[in-house]
C-alpha cells in the first residue's frame, strides 16, 4: 500500500510558477512509476506528466510541454511537478499517482492522492 499526499497548490497569477510535490509513504516510491494529472469540473481526468520509477523516462501532455517539468528524489520519497509560465487553463485539480510502470492511462494508476488545487488568475 502506498499512500500520497499532494502539496504545493495554490493562487498564481499569469506567467508565474509554482511546485508540487507528491509525498509517499508506505512502501517505497522507487519502485512505482508516478504520473501528475488534474481535473476540472464536467472534466476527465487528464494526463499532465509522467516520470517511471528512476526518472529515465517521461511522458509530457502536449499542453504542458516546455512549462512543466517533472522530476523525482527517490531518497526523499518525493516526486514534483515544476509549473512554469503559468496560463488561466491550467487551472484544474492536480493529483499524484503511482503506477508499476509509465503510461498516461489514468485507470492504470493503482494509488492516488487526494489532489491540491492550483488556481491561475489572468
Known amino acids: 500500500q502506498v499512500q500520497l499526499v499532494e502539496s504545493g497548490g495554490g493562487l498564481v497569477q499569469a506567467g508565474g510558477s509554482l511546485r508540487l510535490s507528491c509525498a509517499a509513504s508506505?512502501?517505497?516510491?522507487?519502485?512505482?512509476?508516478v504520473g501528475w494529472f488534474r481535473q476540472t469540473p464536467g472534466k476527465e481526468r487528464e494526463i499532465v506528466a509522467a516520470t517511471s520509477w528512476n526518472g529515465g523516462s517521461t511522458i509530457y501532455a502536449d499542453s504542458v510541454k516546455g512549462r512543466f517539468t517533472i522530476s523525482r528524489d527517490n531518497a526523499k520519497n518525493t516526486v514534483y511537478l515544476q509549473m512554469n509560465s503559468l496560463k488561466p487553463e491550467d487551472t484544474a485539480l492536480y493529483y499524484c499517482?503511482?503506477?508499476?510502470?509509465?503510461?498516461?492511462?489514468?485507470?492504470?494508476?493503482?494509488?492516488w492522492g487526494q489532489g491540491t488545487q492550483v488556481t491561475v488568475s489572468s
Open positions: 499517482a503511482a503506477n508499476v510502470a509509465i503510461t498516461v492511462v489514468a485507470a492504470a494508476y493503482r494509488y
Open positions: 508506505g512502501r517505497t516510491l522507487s519502485n512505482y512509476a
